[in-house]
């Protein structure tokens, strides 16, 4: 959880610093600091129930193309488990 915990500061900071570089306002990189993950968080549910979709089946067989073999075999796991 400790390591969870440092990588969520870590990057609330990394957010922070990139938009306050990009654009000098510490209100704009405060904003987009902490809306960014609510909107990552919202996305991230809806990309999750659509991943276990039937018709993201192909989706999930590009990403295995694209990462290798061993995606293709955590895939090929995940569909004996089922």
């Given at each position: ?14 957010s922070f ?61 995940a569909a004996q488990a089922?």
């Amino acid at each position: 959880m400790a390591k969870t915990a440092t990588f969520g500061v870590m990057h609330l900071a990394t957010s922070f610093t990139v938009t306050y570089g990009l654009t000098g306002s510490v209100s704009i990189a405060g904003i987009v600091t902490f809306v960014e993950p609510l909107v990552n968080t919202v996305m991230h549910y809806f990309f999750d129930k659509y991943w276990d979709h039937p018709k993201a089946q192909a989706l999930r067989g590009v990403v295995a193309r694209m990462t290798g073999r061993r995606a293709q075999a955590t895939e090929e796991a995940a569909a004996q488990a089922v």
